[in-house]
């Protein structure tokens, strides 16, 4: 365990390395307890750094064995060596090689960083700074060298031995039960991008010819008897390669390319140079098994991994304040293989769904930071949305401004300036602003300011001049260590929907507003558009074109214009949700239901709407989360009073529509076997849906539908859909589909996942008992991080009501657990314990509760730098 309050790391403070490493050779003996390591780097000097430095290696808990320089052992007075640290004060030479020697427990090794096992195989993570943990190491992101690394192992336990690059050579050791092969990675790589996997394996193959006519070896890596489960991926990973070489020019560049799954592992994935190791529930899918949700995840992450092949990895970070440049980057690169392989439009509302209830969130809570921090304590707790999301909406926005021919121009400069480099988001800017001219010092602000810009709209009509004014305003709210902010540039999209529902001419003066994009640079800005013959209905931030909240003032007759006619498909939606999310706040405010009429017409009108695809009608129809209306009450929040609410309006909502939803739910019936297909796929959502809102009031016949449903579905899509009605209320049928679903899915762990996340998510007073209970089932294992997600972390974030008890007792419960797990797997724990990011916003009771647990979880002696980093930010 490292030290629980280590010193601030600020990017201020940023030095090149002293030393640098120009090859890694590494010879791995596997072992289940005493796995033997030697590492041969060849250390140089660094020209940038300073004269006479000592050569300081990073270690984590690492026992060395030996030491030695250009072959010669060293005695113990030349070096010091503790568990987390290698000096030598005096290095021989300028140049030299090292040959280091540890032994490491991967049995042992339950933080699941460096080298462990993960049911019975050999496996590493060492983003961002697990390599440490297998041998010392300058483990920073800028120290780039060539690897070559050798495995050996018991041919019995460990058939498959796979690492980085290309295979060089394999084959058994003459006089024993063990094998070995060797792996050569051409590319220069930073030592987070290393991997190993040992194990019983099975493998599904197949190969992929790039744009220039190479060859190249694929292969998908799975527990045995998985195998059949890996085809969609595999599918999806060949597709993502096409892709890219068509979509930004980028051709991969090894003779291999592999893919491992295992079950336990504490991200959902990791983009090792050639070696993906993937969390097994973004590889395997089968229908029986695997929900539309599951499948898309699996594309989007598949894509995503890949995709890190040139942003990421060909491409690195210089330290970890860049860590936006490489997930944010990537993140909207998935987003966009995703938007293309299925309904752009659906996409991105999803997207936007997502970015709002965990990053917005994020922004206006005590652990907000910038999309580059300036300064942290533990790296492992800014893997956030905030890096993640908002750092593709950043990249999102860039696009926007620059137009798709300058985009395009951006990343190929950055590409061709960057290859083989670790970077930093002013070369990627800087490559913007070269290709196009474009100043793009304040746009930069994106990635220094935290918190969520609020952008004020008012719109004026001249009738008699023929002019449309809008009035904007804009400002960024205080936020953690920034509590004044400057005005950012904001490409909002806009058009102007006339009488008709046509959109309107968009002219500034005499010029033409391109693509509908006003540029906001200033504090207070007005627009006049001219030639405007009647009174328009302004739809603001088409396509979400920046990450802000939208103060327009509209009123409930334009929204429902909007959703009937906006051109576009996002700011339907919005007016949908914005309509819903006001009739939510004030009955959330007011404790009484609210008449929902102008909502109920507008929904009606979607509906009916032959022409619209039913995956964007599903998204349009479902009303915003309890999380959203949280949000947007911001201060004072009682989550039982907000789930009233919802439960009011969805229960009018499906009383008023019940003869339109059992029409479209028997319309929508499927005609032939599942297909993962994005139109099959939509078909579904909405059919489910129109489900949930037909049992919204438990009736009878509401229910047996769903019963129904379950019991006769061929596929898990429509089969969870029905047993997620049922949970929700508290009728016999809940139990008993409850007992069949697990009995019928007892051996599949991933379904089983989802078992446990249904039943944590239940919105009744005594479903803290029923985790609790949970917890001690032989499926529940706290060593396993999917189930610590899907059980405490189900019902810690998506359970608001029943986590935020007003006794306590839910605050109580995740410390505790947060608190048992820490010594086990500490990235897990602080993760657990982010679901208080919002504490600050609820009401006293409940306030003083969360202050309560976070306080004890703070002050409890030997915490993780993770939690004690979380703890600490949550309460500061």
Known sequence: MRDAEPQPIRLADYRPPEWLVDKVDLDFALHPTQARVTARLALRRNPKGTQGAPVILDGDGLTLVRLAIDGAPLAGSSFEAGPDRLTLAHPPADSFTLEIETLVDPTANTQLMGLY??????????????????????????????????????????????????????????????????????????????????????????????????????????????????????????????????????????????????????????????????????????????????????????????????????????????????????????????????????????????????????????????????????????????????????????????????????????????????????????????ATGRDLTQFSLWYEQSGTPVVTVKGSYDAEARTYRLDVSQAVPPTPGQPTKAPMVIPLVVGLVGPNGDDLPLTLGNTVVERGVLELTKAEQSFVFTGIDARPVPSLNRGFSAPVNVVSGLTADERVFLAAHDADPFNRFDALQGLALGLLKEGARAGAPVAPEALIGAARNILANTALD?????????????????????????????????????????????????????????????????????????????????????????????????????????????????????????????????????????????????????????TLERVKGLMAHPAFSLGNPNRVRSLVGAFAAGNPTQFNRPDGAGHAFVADVVLTLDPKNPQVASRLLSSFKTWRQLEPVRRASAEAALRRVADTPGLSADVSDIATRALG
């Open 117 to 434: 096992r993960s049911s019975g195989n050999y496996c590493t993570q060492c983003e961002p700074e697990g390599f440490r943990r297998i041998t010392y190491f300058p483990d920073r992101p800028d120290v780039l060298a060539v690897y070559t690394t050798r495995i050996e192992a018991e041919r019995e336990e460990a058939p498959i031995l796979l690492s980085n690059g290309n295979l060089v050579e394999s084959g058994p050791l003459p006089g024993t039960t063990r094998h070995y092969a060797v792996w050569q990675d051409p590319w220069p790589k930073p030592s987070y991008l290393f991997a190993l996997v040992g194990g019983k394996l099975a493998k599904v193959a197949d190969r992929f010819v790039t744009a220039s006519g190479r060859e190249v070896e694929l292969g998908i890596y799975v527990e045995e008897g998985k195998a059949e489960r890996a085809g969609y991926a595999m599918d999806a990973l060949k597709r993502s390669m096409r892709w890219d070489e068509t979509a930004f020019g980028r051709e991969y560049d090894l003779d291999v390319f592999n893919i491992v799954a295992v079950s336990d592992f504490n991200m959902g994935a990791m983009e090792n140079k050639g070696l993906n190791v993937f969390n097994d529930k973004y590889v395997l899918a089968s229908p029986q098994v695997a929900t539309d949700a599951d499948y898309s995840g699996i594309e989007g992450v598949i894509a995503h991994e890949y995709f890190h092949n040139w942003t990421g990895n060909r491409i690195t970070c210089r330290d970890w304040f860049q860590l936006c440049l490489k997930e944010g980057l990537t993140v909207f690169r998935d987003q966009e293989f995703s938007s293309d392989q299925r309904s752009r439009p659906v996409k991105r509302i999803a997207d936007v769904r997502a970015l709002k209830a965990a990053q917005f969130s994020e922004d206006s809570g005590p652990l907000a930071h910038p999309v580059r921090p300036q300064s942290y304590r533990e790296i492992n707790n800014f893997y956030t949305a905030t890096v993640y999301e908002k750092g593709a909406e950043v990249v999102r926005m860039l696009k926007t401004l620059l137009g798709e021919a300058g985009f395009r121009a951006g990343m190929d400069l950055y590409f061709q300036r960057h290859d083989g480099q670790a970077a930093t988001i002013e070369d990627f800017a800087a490559a913007f602003a070269d």
């Open 614 to 766: 039913p995956a964007f009608k599903a998204q349009a129809l479902a009303l915003p989360g309890e999380g959203e209306i949280a949000r947007e009450l911001a201060a004072d929040v009682d989550p039982d009073a907000i789930y009233a609410a919802r439960k009011a309006l969805k229960s009018a909502l499906g009383n008023a529509l019940a003869g339109d939803l059992a029409q479209t739910y028997g319309a929508l019936v499927a005609a032939g076997p599942f297909t993962p297909d994005a139109a099959s796929a939509g078909r579904r959502s909405l059919r489910n849906l129109a489900l949930d809102y037909l049992a919204v009031t438990a009736s009878a016949e509401g229910i047996a539908r769903a019963a129904a449903q379950f019991e006769q579905a061929d596929n898990m899509t429509d089969r969870l859909a029905a047993l997620a009605v049922l949970v929700q209320h508290d009728v016999p049928e809940r139990e008993r589909a409850l007992a069949a679903f697990y009995e019928r899915f007892k051996a599949d762990a991933l379904v089983i996942d989802k078992w446990f996340i249904l039943q944590a998510q239940i919105a009744a007073s005594d």
